[in-house]
């Protein structure tokens, strides 16, 4: 009888432990809501609702295949960045009187700064099989019904002539062109 007992204790302990704790879990839960700091029940967006629209940039050669992000030493999201950045500058000129653009040659002038600085970055091999570079803007909508369509437009397109091969540095593959 008294190893039932021993054993008994042995397996109820750990309850215990959970049953001594369990008040400071209600607590945290309380206050977390309290303070309005409600994850795992989130109101960010990442966690409960999405955008209706969103989008994305890649690259493609000639051919109209893609070029991976990484043959230009970025990734997807700083190309995404990187072409919003120059959308803005181009935004920014036109607003100063500089010149009278359409949003379209807006957005294809941010794409030529964008493509000749990453030209740049092509090698000479890679030059000969790519032929040129143009950049495709892709926007994700979601329609009433969740649907979701994709539009994918080019938005620029260059040629190498007259951009240097410059290969980047071993500080430039981690620092963000600003």
Not at 92 to 107: D, I, L, Q, S, W
Not at 125 to 132: G, I
Request: glycine share 4%; charged share 30%; aromatic share 10%.
């Amino acid at each position: 009888m008294d190893r039932l007992f021993k054993r008994a204790r042995q397996l109820a302990t750990p309850m215990l432990a959970w049953l001594r704790a369990w008040p400071w879990f209600v607590a945290s839960i309380v206050l977390g809501f309290w303070i309005e700091e409600n994850f795992p029940f989130s109101h960010w967006p990442m966690y409960s609702n999405f955008s209706r629209h969103s989008g994305y940039v890649y690259v493609i050669n000639a051919a109209g295949e893609p070029i991976a992000a990484a043959t230009l030493f970025e990734t997807a999201p700083r190309l995404r960045r990187q072409f919003e950045r120059e959308r803005r500058k181009e935004l920014n000129r036109v607003k100063a009187g500089e010149a009278m653009k359409t949003p379209a040659e807006v957005e294809r002038d941010a794409a030529t700064h964008l493509l000749k600085r990453l030209a740049q970055r092509v090698s000479p091999d890679e030059r000969k099989s790519a032929n040129d570079l143009s950049l495709v803007s892709a926007r994700l909508r979601m329609e009433d019904n969740r649907k979701i369509t994709v539009t994918e437009r080019t938005v620029a397109t260059i040629g190498f002539e007259g951009i240097p091969y410059t290969p980047p540095s071993g500080g430039e593959l981690l620092k963000e062109t600003r």
